[in-house]
């Protein structure tokens, strides 16, 4: 029965490995305390090791110890799509960018919604775990907050799988395995505020979305805009609001808000949701001045009333998700790649 003592052992140590007990890159316990452990002698310790050794689980470093071996990725041809929003607005030309783009190589999609949600990005980010994918592209969730999840993307990344972000993606992270994707949403700003102003507006409001990057750096560039080209600069004029107030925003403004934008002649808007809940509203009855919107992502849904001109910057929806898609196969091919900041195409104004 000796003769199989080691093989006991192995198992044991394999299960344990298995279930995460000892977690991967971690140091096991040495020779002499396993044998303390099993009761066995330091031979049979070695004996059981090996066998670990020769089926690669683990790893001898010499003057250091033995380590849980990182398991090698085995190629499934499949890449996880992670984005917040799937069935409407720009995101099925951006889902039709990335899918035209890795099809080409054989490779199929798995696709997962979070809704805008940290909770359920990070149920999406434990399946994913279990699952065997070779890359995954992703669009971060209110990624302007701190977000509880980075360190799920940082352990994939360690793992050795590619990961690309569009639209907006988490500061902080470093890795060789992670790049962006990502509209110029800083320049959008300045660019709202030069055409205001070069249109002789200079009482601009804004509304912002404030859990995404791609708000705060609207809301950025536009205040440097307003600067920069001679606006009035009022903080009382910018209101803000969230994933959850992104219907009812409007009526949601302070009595100190709609005070202080009742003069406004123009108003720059996140994006075409966010203006279409403008106009669906009667919006003259909070800004009775207003005579321009200017928004992004291209007149997406949007019903100009009489006397207001709308002007939407053309979102590269399309080539975003082309780009992601590029990008990702290079990653999984081994390539070093840059993220890539994207310029926003001429608008196009309409007048009613």
């Given at each position: 029965?000796?003769?199989?003592r080691?093989?006991?052992?192995?198992?044991?140590?394999?299960?344990?490995?298995?279930?995460?007990?000892?977690?991967?890159?971690?140091?096991?316990?040495?020779?002499?305390?396993?044998?303390?452990?099993?009761?066995?002698?330091r031979?049979?310790?070695?004996?059981?090791?090996?066998?670990?050794?020769?089926?690669?689980?683990?790893?001898?470093?010499?003057?250091?110890?033995?380590?849980?071996?990182?398991?090698?990725?085995?190629?499934?041809?499949?890449?996880?799509?992670?984005?917040?929003?799937?069935?409407?607005?720009?995101?099925?030309?951006?889902?039709?960018?990335?899918?035209?783009?890795?099809?080409?190589?054989?490779?199929?999609?798995?696709?997962?919604?979070?809704?805008?949600?940290?909770?359920?990005?990070?149920?999406?980010?434990?399946?994913?775990?279990?699952?065997?994918?070779?890359g995954?592209?992703?669009?971060?969730?209110?990624?302007?907050?701190?977000?509880?999840?980075?360190?799920?993307?940082?352990?994939?990344?360690?793992?050795?799988?590619?990961?690309?972000?569009?639209?907006?993606?988490?500061?902080?992270?470093?890795?060789e395995?992670?790049?962006?994707?990502?509209?110029?949403?800083?320049?959008?700003?300045?660019?709202?505020?030069?055409?205001?102003?070069?249109?002789?507006?200079?009482?601009?409001?804004?509304?912002?979305?404030?859990?995404d990057?791609?708000?705060?750096?609207r809301?950025?560039?536009?205040?440097?805009?307003?600067?920069?080209?001679?606006?009035?600069?009022?903080?009382?004029?910018?209101?803000?609001?969230?994933?959850?107030?992104?219907?009812?925003?409007?009526?949601?403004?302070?009595?100190?808000?709609?005070?202080?934008?009742k003069?406004?002649?123009?108003?720059?808007?996140?994006?075409?949701?966010?203006?279409?809940?403008?106009?669906?509203?009667?919006?003259?009855?909070?800004?009775?001045?207003?005579?321009?919107?200017?928004?992004?992502?291209?007149?997406?849904?949007?019903?100009?009333?009489?006397?207001?001109?709308?002007?939407?910057?053309?979102?590269p929806?399309?080539k975003?998700?082309?780009?992601?898609?590029?990008?990702?196969?290079?990653?999984?091919?081994?390539?070093?790649?840059?993220?890539?900041?994207?310029?926003?195409?001429?608008?196009?104004?309409?007048?009613?």
């Amino acid at each position: 029965m000796a003769n199989y003592r080691y093989r006991q052992i192995a198992d044991d140590i394999r299960s344990k490995i298995n279930t995460g007990f000892y977690r991967k890159e971690e140091q096991l316990p040495t020779e002499e305390a396993l044998s303390q452990m099993y009761h066995c002698s330091r031979q049979t310790v070695r004996q059981a090791l090996q066998v670990l050794l020769e089926e690669k689980r683990i790893e001898k470093i010499q003057g250091s110890g033995t380590y849980v071996k990182k398991p090698a990725h085995i190629p499934s041809q499949s890449i996880a799509i992670i984005t917040t929003y799937i069935s409407e607005y720009i995101f099925p030309s951006i889902l039709h960018g990335i899918e035209d783009t890795v099809s080409e190589e054989g490779y199929s999609l798995v696709i997962k919604t979070t809704n805008n949600s940290v909770a359920r990005e990070r149920k999406i980010l434990l399946e994913l775990k279990e699952k065997n994918v070779d890359g995954i592209i992703v669009e971060g969730t209110k990624t302007a907050f701190p977000n509880p999840n980075v360190s799920f993307y940082e352990d994939l990344a360690s793992s050795g799988i590619p990961i690309v972000f569009f639209n907006g993606y988490y500061a902080g992270i470093e890795s060789e395995h992670i790049r962006h994707v990502v509209v110029d949403d800083y320049e959008g700003g300045i660019l709202a505020s030069k055409t205001l102003s070069e249109e002789g507006h200079t009482k601009i409001g804004g509304i912002f979305k404030a859990d995404d990057m791609q708000g705060m750096l609207r809301y950025s560039g536009f205040m440097d805009g307003i600067i920069r080209y001679g606006g009035e600069l009022e903080d009382s004029r910018i209101s803000w609001f969230t994933t959850e107030t992104r219907k009812t925003f409007l009526r949601d403004l302070s009595l100190e808000t709609k005070n202080a934008m009742k003069d406004i002649t123009a108003l720059v808007v996140y994006n075409d949701i966010a203006a279409n809940v403008l106009l669906k509203e009667n919006v003259r009855k909070y800004f009775p001045n207003l005579t321009r919107i200017f928004s992004f992502d291209g007149k997406y849904y949007l019903e100009e009333p009489e006397g207001i001109t709308v002007t939407s910057l053309n979102h590269p929806k399309g080539k975003i998700g082309t780009e992601a898609g590029k990008m990702i196969l290079r990653m999984i091919h081994g390539e070093n790649v840059d993220s890539v900041v994207m310029p926003w195409v001429t608008a196009g104004t309409e007048k009613k």
